[in-house]
Protein backbone atom coordinates (compact mmCIF):
# COMPACT_ATOMS: atom_id res chain seq x y z
CA UNK A 1 0.00 0.00 0.00
CA UNK A 2 1.33 3.30 -0.77
CA UNK A 3 1.96 5.63 2.20
CA UNK A 4 -0.61 8.99 2.03
CA UNK A 5 1.49 12.49 1.30
CA UNK A 6 0.40 15.56 2.62
CA UNK A 7 0.24 19.02 0.81
CA UNK A 8 -0.39 22.27 2.12
CA UNK A 9 -1.94 24.71 -0.51
CA UNK A 10 -3.87 27.73 -0.67
CA UNK A 11 -7.56 27.31 -2.60
CA UNK A 12 -10.66 28.71 -4.02
CA UNK A 13 -13.74 26.13 -3.05
CA UNK A 14 -15.75 25.91 -6.43
CA UNK A 15 -18.46 23.32 -5.42
CA UNK A 16 -19.54 21.23 -2.36
CA UNK A 17 -21.41 17.75 -2.58
CA UNK A 18 -22.83 16.38 0.20
CA UNK A 19 -21.65 12.77 0.73
CA UNK A 20 -23.36 10.25 2.95
CA UNK A 21 -24.87 10.86 6.28
CA UNK A 22 -22.22 13.75 7.59
CA UNK A 23 -19.18 14.16 4.39
CA UNK A 24 -18.97 16.91 2.18
CA UNK A 25 -16.92 16.68 -0.92
CA UNK A 26 -15.53 19.93 -2.12
CA UNK A 27 -14.17 20.81 -5.84
CA UNK A 28 -11.32 23.45 -5.10
CA UNK A 29 -9.27 25.19 -7.40
CA UNK A 30 -5.39 25.59 -6.46
CA UNK A 31 -2.58 27.02 -8.65
CA UNK A 32 -0.17 24.30 -7.86
CA UNK A 33 -2.78 20.99 -8.29
CA UNK A 34 -5.12 22.28 -10.92
CA UNK A 35 -8.80 21.52 -9.60
CA UNK A 36 -8.63 19.38 -6.42
CA UNK A 37 -11.42 17.38 -5.01
CA UNK A 38 -10.78 16.11 -1.89
CA UNK A 39 -13.52 14.45 1.27
CA UNK A 40 -14.06 16.57 4.04
CA UNK A 41 -14.93 13.69 6.77
CA UNK A 42 -17.86 15.21 9.46
CA UNK A 43 -18.15 18.23 7.81
CA UNK A 44 -21.69 18.74 7.88
CA UNK A 45 -21.81 17.10 11.31
CA UNK A 46 -19.61 19.16 13.12
CA UNK A 47 -18.82 22.32 12.41
CA UNK A 48 -16.34 22.65 14.45
CA UNK A 49 -13.45 20.78 12.38
CA UNK A 50 -13.87 23.13 9.57
CA UNK A 51 -15.11 25.52 11.27
CA UNK A 52 -17.94 26.92 8.48
CA UNK A 53 -14.95 26.99 6.06
CA UNK A 54 -16.09 25.07 3.65
CA UNK A 55 -18.22 27.84 1.65
CA UNK A 56 -18.73 28.68 -1.90
CA UNK A 57 -15.89 31.17 -3.23
CA UNK A 58 -13.97 30.85 0.15
CA UNK A 59 -10.49 31.37 0.26
CA UNK A 60 -8.59 28.73 2.42
CA UNK A 61 -4.94 27.62 3.14
CA UNK A 62 -5.89 23.67 3.18
CA UNK A 63 -3.72 20.79 4.51
CA UNK A 64 -4.86 17.74 2.52
CA UNK A 65 -3.24 14.08 1.97
CA UNK A 66 -3.54 11.35 -0.89
CA UNK A 67 -1.92 8.33 -2.18
CA UNK A 68 -2.09 9.15 -5.49
CA UNK A 69 -2.03 11.99 -7.92
CA UNK A 70 -5.70 10.60 -9.26
CA UNK A 71 -7.51 9.60 -5.92
CA UNK A 72 -9.60 11.50 -4.19
CA UNK A 73 -7.86 14.01 -1.25
CA UNK A 74 -8.96 13.67 2.47
CA UNK A 75 -8.94 17.06 3.37
CA UNK A 76 -7.17 17.23 7.02
CA UNK A 77 -7.78 21.28 7.99
CA UNK A 78 -8.33 24.12 6.83
CA UNK A 79 -7.78 28.04 7.73
CA UNK A 80 -10.04 30.93 6.37
CA UNK A 81 -7.62 32.95 3.92
CA UNK A 82 -11.25 35.25 3.04
CA UNK A 83 -15.04 34.82 3.09
CA UNK A 84 -15.28 37.89 0.82
CA UNK A 85 -17.99 39.09 3.17
CA UNK A 86 -18.75 42.43 0.83
CA UNK A 87 -19.52 39.45 -1.45
CA UNK A 88 -21.76 37.74 0.31
CA UNK A 89 -23.49 40.49 1.93
CA UNK A 90 -24.58 41.33 -1.66
CA UNK A 91 -26.79 39.64 -3.47
CA UNK A 92 -25.46 40.94 -7.02
CA UNK A 93 -22.11 40.47 -6.79
CA UNK A 94 -22.98 36.93 -4.98
CA UNK A 95 -24.58 36.05 -8.38
CA UNK A 96 -21.55 37.41 -10.04
CA UNK A 97 -19.02 35.49 -7.65
CA UNK A 98 -20.94 31.79 -8.68
CA UNK A 99 -20.73 32.64 -12.15
CA UNK A 100 -16.86 33.35 -11.73
CA UNK A 101 -16.51 30.22 -9.75
CA UNK A 102 -18.87 27.70 -12.42
CA UNK A 103 -17.20 28.83 -15.18
CA UNK A 104 -13.64 28.35 -13.33
CA UNK A 105 -14.87 24.96 -12.65
CA UNK A 106 -15.77 24.58 -16.53
CA UNK A 107 -11.92 25.66 -17.96
CA UNK A 108 -9.62 24.41 -14.78
CA UNK A 109 -8.08 21.17 -15.81
CA UNK A 110 -7.57 18.34 -13.57
CA UNK A 111 -4.66 18.07 -11.30
CA UNK A 112 -2.22 20.07 -13.32
CA UNK A 113 -0.44 23.27 -12.61
CA UNK A 114 -2.94 26.26 -13.07
CA UNK A 115 -1.21 29.49 -11.65
CA UNK A 116 -2.52 31.88 -14.29
CA UNK A 117 -6.48 31.02 -13.52
CA UNK A 118 -6.27 30.27 -9.68
CA UNK A 119 -4.63 33.70 -9.80
CA UNK A 120 -7.61 35.49 -12.19
CA UNK A 121 -10.06 33.79 -10.27
CA UNK A 122 -8.68 35.58 -6.98
CA UNK A 123 -7.76 38.62 -8.82
CA UNK A 124 -11.48 39.10 -9.95
CA UNK A 125 -13.11 37.95 -6.71
CA UNK A 126 -10.74 40.71 -4.94
CA UNK A 127 -12.16 43.32 -7.53
CA UNK A 128 -15.88 42.37 -6.93
CA UNK A 129 -15.05 42.39 -2.93
CA UNK A 130 -13.88 45.67 -3.53
CA UNK A 131 -15.89 47.31 -6.42
CA UNK A 132 -19.84 47.06 -7.49
CA UNK A 133 -21.03 44.38 -9.80
CA UNK A 134 -20.44 45.84 -13.30
CA UNK A 135 -20.97 44.12 -16.73
CA UNK A 136 -17.55 44.62 -17.56
CA UNK A 137 -16.28 43.07 -15.10
CA UNK A 138 -18.00 39.48 -16.11
CA UNK A 139 -16.92 40.06 -19.64
CA UNK A 140 -13.06 40.83 -19.07
CA UNK A 141 -13.11 37.77 -16.89
CA UNK A 142 -14.12 35.66 -19.30
CA UNK A 143 -11.91 36.91 -21.82
CA UNK A 144 -9.11 36.56 -19.67
CA UNK A 145 -10.43 32.81 -18.72
CA UNK A 146 -10.78 32.14 -22.69
CA UNK A 147 -7.23 33.07 -23.23
CA UNK A 148 -5.43 31.69 -20.38
CA UNK A 149 -7.48 28.13 -21.00
CA UNK A 150 -6.29 28.03 -24.90
CA UNK A 151 -9.68 29.19 -26.34
CA UNK A 152 -8.55 32.76 -27.15
CA UNK A 153 -11.43 34.08 -29.72
CA UNK A 154 -9.40 35.77 -32.56
CA UNK A 155 -10.32 39.46 -32.19
CA UNK A 156 -7.05 41.49 -33.96
CA UNK A 157 -8.08 40.74 -37.60
CA UNK A 158 -10.13 38.60 -40.20
CA UNK A 159 -9.87 35.03 -39.81
CA UNK A 160 -10.96 34.62 -43.58
CA UNK A 161 -8.89 37.85 -45.70
CA UNK A 162 -6.41 38.26 -42.43
CA UNK A 163 -7.01 42.06 -42.68
CA UNK A 164 -5.89 43.09 -39.54
CA UNK A 165 -8.51 45.36 -37.40
CA UNK A 166 -9.50 48.61 -38.20
CA UNK A 167 -9.95 48.94 -41.34
CA UNK A 168 -13.93 48.86 -41.11
CA UNK A 169 -16.52 50.15 -38.27
CA UNK A 170 -18.58 46.87 -37.77
CA UNK A 171 -17.90 42.83 -37.88
CA UNK A 172 -19.31 39.95 -37.73
CA UNK A 173 -18.14 36.92 -35.05
CA UNK A 174 -18.74 33.45 -35.82
CA UNK A 175 -18.46 30.89 -32.42
CA UNK A 176 -18.13 28.04 -34.94
CA UNK A 177 -14.51 29.84 -36.27
CA UNK A 178 -13.52 31.30 -32.41
CA UNK A 179 -13.01 34.49 -34.55
CA UNK A 180 -14.12 37.60 -36.37
CA UNK A 181 -14.84 37.83 -39.92
CA UNK A 182 -15.11 41.05 -42.24
CA UNK A 183 -18.51 42.30 -43.70
CA UNK A 184 -16.37 42.11 -47.19
CA UNK A 185 -15.62 38.37 -46.27
CA UNK A 186 -18.80 37.01 -45.47
CA UNK A 187 -21.66 39.59 -45.40
CA UNK A 188 -24.34 37.25 -44.63
CA UNK A 189 -23.18 34.12 -42.15
CA UNK A 190 -26.21 33.25 -40.29
CA UNK A 191 -24.72 32.30 -36.98
CA UNK A 192 -22.58 35.44 -37.00
CA UNK A 193 -23.33 37.98 -34.16
CA UNK A 194 -22.78 41.60 -35.89
CA UNK A 195 -20.30 43.37 -33.32
CA UNK A 196 -18.34 47.47 -33.59
CA UNK A 197 -15.37 47.95 -33.82
CA UNK A 198 -15.47 49.57 -30.29
CA UNK A 199 -16.70 46.24 -28.78
CA UNK A 200 -14.18 45.05 -30.07
CA UNK A 201 -11.49 47.35 -29.14
CA UNK A 202 -13.02 47.11 -25.37
CA UNK A 203 -12.69 43.77 -25.45
CA UNK A 204 -8.91 43.53 -26.60
CA UNK A 205 -8.28 46.28 -23.58
CA UNK A 206 -9.70 44.06 -20.79
CA UNK A 207 -8.13 41.41 -21.95
CA UNK A 208 -4.33 42.78 -21.57
CA UNK A 209 -4.89 45.63 -19.01
CA UNK A 210 -3.82 45.50 -15.66
CA UNK A 211 -6.18 44.11 -13.66
CA UNK A 212 -6.39 46.96 -10.92
CA UNK A 213 -6.97 49.22 -13.44
CA UNK A 214 -9.98 47.24 -15.11
CA UNK A 215 -12.56 49.30 -12.46
CA UNK A 216 -12.02 52.28 -15.11
CA UNK A 217 -12.86 50.92 -18.04
CA UNK A 218 -16.80 51.09 -18.47
CA UNK A 219 -18.80 49.79 -21.36
CA UNK A 220 -21.24 52.06 -23.75
CA UNK A 221 -24.78 50.14 -23.37
CA UNK A 222 -23.86 49.15 -27.15
CA UNK A 223 -20.62 47.56 -26.21
CA UNK A 224 -22.47 45.75 -22.67
CA UNK A 225 -24.81 44.38 -24.96
CA UNK A 226 -22.64 43.21 -28.14
CA UNK A 227 -19.92 41.97 -26.21
CA UNK A 228 -22.60 39.83 -23.69
CA UNK A 229 -23.81 38.56 -26.33
CA UNK A 230 -20.50 37.56 -28.18
CA UNK A 231 -19.42 35.94 -25.31
CA UNK A 232 -22.19 34.29 -23.97
CA UNK A 233 -22.66 32.70 -27.41
CA UNK A 234 -19.32 31.67 -27.77
CA UNK A 235 -18.76 30.13 -24.50
CA UNK A 236 -22.00 27.88 -24.59
CA UNK A 237 -20.46 26.54 -28.46
CA UNK A 238 -17.27 25.64 -26.77
CA UNK A 239 -19.09 24.09 -23.62
CA UNK A 240 -21.94 23.20 -25.68
CA UNK A 241 -24.66 23.87 -22.87
CA UNK A 242 -25.66 26.36 -20.79
CA UNK A 243 -23.93 26.52 -17.34
CA UNK A 244 -26.78 26.69 -14.37
CA UNK A 245 -25.54 29.36 -12.79
CA UNK A 246 -26.94 31.42 -15.71
CA UNK A 247 -29.99 29.40 -15.77
CA UNK A 248 -30.46 30.60 -12.39
CA UNK A 249 -29.61 34.10 -13.12
CA UNK A 250 -31.95 34.13 -15.74
CA UNK A 251 -35.03 33.03 -13.26
CA UNK A 252 -33.72 35.79 -10.99
CA UNK A 253 -34.23 38.10 -13.95
CA UNK A 254 -37.65 37.64 -14.34
CA UNK A 255 -38.84 37.96 -10.73
CA UNK A 256 -37.65 41.71 -11.94
CA UNK A 257 -34.53 41.73 -9.88
CA UNK B 1 -24.37 -11.56 2.48
CA UNK B 2 -23.98 -14.80 1.26
CA UNK B 3 -25.29 -17.33 3.17
CA UNK B 4 -28.59 -15.45 3.86
CA UNK B 5 -32.05 -16.47 2.23
CA UNK B 6 -33.58 -14.51 -0.51
CA UNK B 7 -35.73 -13.15 1.48
CA UNK B 8 -33.52 -12.09 4.11
CA UNK B 9 -31.13 -11.01 1.49
CA UNK B 10 -33.85 -8.58 -0.05
CA UNK B 11 -34.79 -7.30 2.88
CA UNK B 12 -30.82 -6.44 4.05
CA UNK B 13 -30.54 -4.36 0.28
CA UNK B 14 -33.89 -2.08 0.92
CA UNK B 15 -32.44 -0.99 4.55
CA UNK B 16 -28.87 -0.32 3.16
CA UNK B 17 -30.12 1.99 1.26
CA UNK B 18 -30.91 4.07 4.23
CA UNK B 19 -28.53 7.15 4.70
CA UNK B 20 -25.69 6.27 7.23
CA UNK B 21 -26.76 2.56 6.45
CA UNK B 22 -24.16 0.35 6.00
CA UNK B 23 -24.90 -3.75 4.84
CA UNK B 24 -23.39 -4.42 8.09
CA UNK B 25 -25.89 -2.53 9.71
CA UNK B 26 -28.68 -3.26 7.85
CA UNK B 27 -28.11 -6.67 8.41
CA UNK B 28 -28.08 -6.26 12.12
CA UNK B 29 -31.64 -4.66 11.35
CA UNK B 30 -33.16 -7.34 9.40
CA UNK B 31 -32.33 -9.80 11.97
CA UNK B 32 -33.94 -7.78 14.36
CA UNK B 33 -37.01 -7.40 12.33
CA UNK B 34 -36.43 -11.52 11.34
CA UNK B 35 -36.91 -12.48 15.39
CA UNK B 36 -39.99 -9.78 16.45
CA UNK B 37 -43.67 -10.70 16.44
CA UNK B 38 -45.57 -11.22 12.65
CA UNK B 39 -47.77 -8.16 14.55
CA UNK B 40 -44.63 -5.61 15.51
CA UNK B 41 -43.31 -6.22 11.98
CA UNK B 42 -47.18 -5.48 10.60
CA UNK B 43 -46.77 -2.03 12.45
CA UNK B 44 -43.76 -1.03 11.04
CA UNK B 45 -44.44 -1.71 7.45
CA UNK B 46 -48.02 -0.22 7.65
CA UNK B 47 -45.87 2.96 9.51
CA UNK B 48 -44.06 3.00 6.20
CA UNK B 49 -46.78 3.13 3.62
CA UNK B 50 -48.51 5.05 5.92
CA UNK B 51 -46.32 7.80 5.41
CA UNK B 52 -46.43 7.69 1.93
CA UNK B 53 -49.91 7.34 1.55
CA UNK B 54 -50.87 10.10 4.20
CA UNK B 55 -48.18 12.45 4.59
CA UNK B 56 -48.09 15.38 1.66
CA UNK B 57 -47.11 19.03 1.88
CA UNK B 58 -49.67 21.59 3.45
CA UNK B 59 -51.14 23.81 0.60
CA UNK B 60 -50.33 26.91 2.23
CA UNK B 61 -46.79 26.88 4.33
CA UNK B 62 -45.50 23.74 2.53
CA UNK B 63 -44.78 22.05 6.03
CA UNK B 64 -45.48 18.58 5.78
CA UNK B 65 -48.99 17.75 7.05
CA UNK B 66 -51.38 15.01 7.13
CA UNK B 67 -54.41 16.43 5.06
CA UNK B 68 -55.08 19.69 2.99
CA UNK B 69 -53.42 21.79 5.82
CA UNK B 70 -50.54 21.35 8.36
CA UNK B 71 -51.13 21.39 12.38
CA UNK B 72 -49.66 24.80 12.51
CA UNK B 73 -51.79 26.34 9.99
CA UNK B 74 -55.03 24.32 11.17
CA UNK B 75 -54.30 25.92 14.57
CA UNK B 76 -56.12 29.06 15.31
CA UNK B 77 -54.43 30.62 18.30
CA UNK B 78 -51.36 31.19 15.92
CA UNK B 79 -50.43 34.32 14.94
CA UNK B 80 -50.97 34.53 11.10
CA UNK B 81 -49.62 37.92 10.83
CA UNK B 82 -46.35 36.94 11.55
CA UNK B 83 -44.68 34.41 8.74
CA UNK B 84 -41.40 32.89 9.26
CA UNK B 85 -39.42 31.61 5.96
CA UNK B 86 -37.07 28.33 6.75
CA UNK B 87 -35.01 25.90 4.37
CA UNK B 88 -36.44 22.83 5.18
CA UNK B 89 -39.29 21.14 7.74
CA UNK B 90 -36.41 19.96 10.20
CA UNK B 91 -35.49 23.76 10.97
CA UNK B 92 -39.44 24.42 11.90
CA UNK B 93 -39.84 21.62 14.01
CA UNK B 94 -36.02 22.73 15.73
CA UNK B 95 -38.00 26.52 16.11
CA UNK B 96 -41.14 24.71 16.81
CA UNK B 97 -39.02 22.84 19.74
CA UNK B 98 -37.92 26.15 21.20
CA UNK B 99 -41.42 27.09 22.51
CA UNK B 100 -40.62 30.69 21.71
CA UNK B 101 -42.22 31.25 18.41
CA UNK B 102 -46.31 31.64 17.86
CA UNK B 103 -46.22 32.66 14.21
CA UNK B 104 -46.90 30.69 11.11
CA UNK B 105 -44.16 29.59 8.36
CA UNK B 106 -43.26 29.09 5.09
CA UNK B 107 -40.85 26.22 3.75
CA UNK B 108 -39.09 26.57 0.92
CA UNK B 109 -37.54 23.00 0.45
CA UNK B 110 -33.72 24.30 0.05
CA UNK B 111 -32.39 27.36 -0.56
CA UNK B 112 -30.68 29.61 -3.64
CA UNK B 113 -27.38 27.59 -5.36
CA UNK B 114 -26.58 28.97 -8.34
CA UNK B 115 -23.74 26.66 -9.21
CA UNK B 116 -26.32 23.94 -8.33
CA UNK B 117 -28.88 25.04 -10.75
CA UNK B 118 -31.38 25.92 -7.94
CA UNK B 119 -33.26 29.06 -8.45
CA UNK B 120 -36.27 30.32 -7.22
CA UNK B 121 -38.42 28.35 -9.53
CA UNK B 122 -37.41 25.14 -7.36
CA UNK B 123 -38.37 26.76 -3.94
CA UNK B 124 -41.78 28.05 -3.24
CA UNK B 125 -41.01 31.59 -3.43
CA UNK B 126 -43.45 32.43 -6.13
CA UNK B 127 -45.95 31.24 -3.33
CA UNK B 128 -44.71 33.05 -0.89
CA UNK B 129 -45.29 35.94 -2.90
CA UNK B 130 -48.88 34.93 -3.61
CA UNK B 131 -49.41 34.53 -0.01
CA UNK B 132 -48.14 37.69 1.66
CA UNK B 133 -49.95 39.41 -1.60
CA UNK B 134 -53.47 38.05 -0.52
CA UNK B 135 -53.10 38.59 3.61
CA UNK B 136 -52.44 40.37 5.93
CA UNK B 137 -48.87 40.20 6.78
CA UNK B 138 -46.83 42.53 9.29
CA UNK B 139 -43.93 40.62 9.67
CA UNK B 140 -41.57 38.43 7.76
CA UNK B 141 -38.63 36.53 10.00
CA UNK B 142 -36.22 34.96 7.29
CA UNK B 143 -34.58 31.59 9.10
CA UNK B 144 -32.90 30.61 6.28
CA UNK B 145 -29.59 28.82 7.53
CA UNK B 146 -26.36 31.46 7.57
CA UNK B 147 -24.34 29.66 4.80
CA UNK B 148 -24.18 31.05 1.34
CA UNK B 149 -26.92 29.69 0.08
CA UNK B 150 -29.25 30.83 3.21
CA UNK B 151 -27.77 33.94 3.24
CA UNK B 152 -28.26 34.42 -0.48
CA UNK B 153 -31.56 33.43 -0.29
CA UNK B 154 -32.01 35.90 2.47
CA UNK B 155 -31.15 39.03 0.91
CA UNK B 156 -33.41 37.11 -2.21
CA UNK B 157 -36.53 37.32 -0.07
CA UNK B 158 -35.29 40.64 1.89
CA UNK B 159 -35.74 42.15 -2.05
CA UNK B 160 -38.19 41.22 -3.36
CA UNK B 161 -40.74 41.67 -0.25
CA UNK B 162 -39.63 44.84 0.87
CA UNK B 163 -40.35 46.57 -1.60
CA UNK B 164 -44.06 45.20 -1.17
CA UNK B 165 -43.35 47.30 1.92
CA UNK B 166 -43.24 44.27 4.40
CA UNK B 167 -41.46 44.61 7.84
CA UNK B 168 -38.62 42.03 7.79
CA UNK B 169 -36.52 40.49 10.03
CA UNK B 170 -33.29 38.48 9.84
CA UNK B 171 -33.07 35.83 12.94
CA UNK B 172 -29.76 36.93 14.73
CA UNK B 173 -26.56 35.21 14.78
CA UNK B 174 -23.77 34.48 17.78
CA UNK B 175 -22.02 32.24 20.26
CA UNK B 176 -24.01 29.06 21.20
CA UNK B 177 -25.13 28.90 24.63
CA UNK B 178 -22.96 27.61 26.82
CA UNK B 179 -20.24 27.89 24.07
CA UNK B 180 -16.57 29.92 24.56
CA UNK B 181 -15.28 32.40 22.27
CA UNK B 182 -11.93 31.08 21.76
CA UNK B 183 -13.18 28.05 20.10
CA UNK B 184 -15.90 30.16 17.92
CA UNK B 185 -14.64 30.57 13.90
CA UNK B 186 -13.64 33.74 12.67
CA UNK B 187 -17.23 34.49 10.64
CA UNK B 188 -19.21 33.77 13.59
CA UNK B 189 -16.97 36.54 15.71
CA UNK B 190 -17.86 38.86 13.49
CA UNK B 191 -20.94 39.02 13.14
CA UNK B 192 -21.62 38.59 17.24
CA UNK B 193 -19.82 41.70 17.19
CA UNK B 194 -22.05 43.44 14.29
CA UNK B 195 -25.04 42.25 15.54
CA UNK B 196 -24.08 42.82 19.28
CA UNK B 197 -27.05 44.88 21.50
CA UNK B 198 -27.32 47.84 24.22
CA UNK B 199 -27.79 46.10 27.84
ZN1 LIG C 1 -12.11 39.58 -44.27
ZN1 LIG D 1 -49.03 24.76 6.99
Known amino acids: MNARTQYRTEAIVLRLLDYGESDLIVTFCTAEFGKLRGIAKGARRSRKRFANALEPFSRLQILFSRRRPESLALIESCDVLSHFPGIRANLEKTFTASYLIDLTDQFTPDDKNNEGL ?21 RFFEIRLLKLSGYDPVLDHCLVCKTPL ?7 FNSGDGGLICTACRPDSPDALPVSLGTIRMLLMGREMEIDRLGRLFLSEQSAEESRRLLAHFIRHLLGRELKSVHVLNEIRRLGI | MSGYALPIKRLIKELSRFPGIGERT ?21 SILDVKRKIRF ?30 EPDSLIALEG ?10 LHGALSPLDGIGPEQLRIRELLDRV ?9 VATNPSVAGETTALLLVKLLKERGIKMTRIALGVPVGGDLKYTDRMTLAKCLEFRRGV
Request: net charge negative.
Open chain 2, 133 to 141: AGNVVEEVI
Open chain 2, 26 to 46: AARLANHILRASEEDARRLAE
Open chain 2, 58 to 87: CSVCFNLAEGEICEICADTARNRSVICIVE
Open chain 2, 98 to 107: SGEYQGVYHV
Open chain 1, 166 to 172: GNEKAYH
Open chain 1, 118 to 138: FQLLNDFLRLLEGGPATEGLL
